[in-house]
């Protein structure tokens, strides 16, 4: 091996360090990967002050918890943003429903198919981030599965990638696109 190459090793390995642990060397990638995850926190924020309105009183108190849930994560995806020199997306007046939510079953799917859209994106971000910030993303894919298990009355194989499969229409609650 050259001395060059040898040279060349542990300065690379110095970088890749540096881009896990120093929030200013993210990548683009993890920046976009970011504001995706704090767009469908925001709808997900929304969605539920929907679902807590419509859903029964047995499921009020697990809604309140994801609800605040919600916002603890969309407070840390701001912070992360920033840390990365971005300028958090802010929150839109309102976000379009995947469905009519008359009553508390329909709320109960929309709690259910929150959490799904949520977990797909933080698979999105797990994929994008490094170091404490993937581990962060994955415990927020976790999360989220696990919620979306408990309002549905069950599991899917791969969280946060069942909705890949199916597609999903723009502009609804959880998919961080604004209602026009």
């Known amino acids: 091996m050259s001395t ?3 040279r060349a090793q542990p300065a690379a ?9 120093d929030p200013k060397d993210g990548s683009k990638d993890e920046l976009k990967a970011l504001q995706a995850a704090l767009r469908a926190e ?17 499921r009020r108190a697990e809604a309140r918890t994801a609800y605040d849930a919600h916002r603890a994560r969309r407070d840390e995806l701001r912070r992360a943003v920033r840390e990365l020199g971005g300028e958090p997306e802010p929150s839109a007046a309102a976000y379009a429903l995947p469905f009519p939510v008359p009553d508390s079953a329909a709320a109960v799917r929309l709690a259910a198919e ?24 994955a ?42």
């Open 139 to 180: 415990e927020s894919l976790r999360e989220a599965a696990v919620r979306a298990a408990r309002w549905r009355g069950g599991s899917v194989a791969f969280p946060g990638l069942a909705e890949r499969s199916t597609g999903s229409g723009g502009g609804s609650a959880g998919s961080g696109e604004p209602r026009e």
């Open 114 to 137: 929150l959490e799904e859209r949520v977990a797909g994106v933080y698979s999105d971000l797990v994929r994008a981030a490094a170091g404490t910030r993937r581990g962060t993303a």
């Open 4 to 6: 060059a190459s040898t």
């Open 42 to 58: 925001h709808a997900a924020v929304y969605g539920y002050g929907v679902v807590g309105g419509r859903v029964g009183d047995g």
């Open 13 to 21: 390995a110095a970088a890749a360090r540096r881009s896990e642990d």
